[in-house]
């Protein structure tokens, strides 16, 4: 895979974040809101992995994706929502992304370890 590819998923993915911080702050928060909810890393990583491996493969990460979704970032989202205005939102942010990254090296060591999803 050259350097180019590399150039074009960073761009595309970017270009989402982008849009998402411009219609927040243009005050189009309904736009904002829809355009977080689209899975864009997903959106994204899917059309390059389905272009260079297939439809299988893409499957198999989905399965992947959505079970460790469930297992850390569900509590993660949970955390930030339920200590941001106790301890404010940048230490609620930390917080929750060190029980989302607990979770997740979890879930990915495990996966791997047993052979899940591939």
């Given at each position: 895979?050259?350097?180019?590819?590399?150039?074009?998923y960073?761009?595309?993915?970017?270009?989402?974040?982008?849009?998402?911080?411009?219609?927040?702050?243009?005050?189009?928060?309904?736009?904002?809101?829809?355009?977080?909810?689209?899975?864009?890393?997903?959106?994204?990583?899917?059309?390059?992995?389905?272009?260079?491996?297939?439809?299988?493969?893409?499957?198999?990460?989905?399965?992947?994706?959505?079970?460790?979704?469930?297992?850390?970032?569900?509590?993660?989202?949970?955390?930030?929502?339920?200590?941001?205005?106790?301890?404010?939102?940048?230490?609620?942010?930390l917080?929750?992304?060190?029980?989302?990254?607990?979770?997740?090296?979890?879930?990915?060591?495990?996966?791997?370890?047993?052979?899940?999803?591939?």
């Amino acid at each position: 895979m050259n350097i180019s590819n590399y150039i074009i998923y960073f761009v595309t993915g970017g270009l989402f974040t982008v849009l998402i911080v411009a219609f927040q702050v243009s005050g189009h928060k309904t736009l904002s809101g829809l355009a977080t909810l689209i899975p864009v890393f997903t959106l994204v990583a899917y059309f390059f992995i389905g272009k260079i491996s297939g439809g299988q493969a893409v499957s198999q990460h989905a399965k992947f994706v959505l079970t460790g979704t469930l297992l850390s970032w569900v509590p993660y989202m949970l955390a930030v929502a339920y200590f941001a205005p106790r301890i404010g939102p940048y230490k609620a942010i930390l917080v929750g992304l060190t029980i989302f990254f607990v979770l997740a090296l979890s879930f990915t060591l495990v996966s791997n370890r047993f052979g899940y999803f591939k």
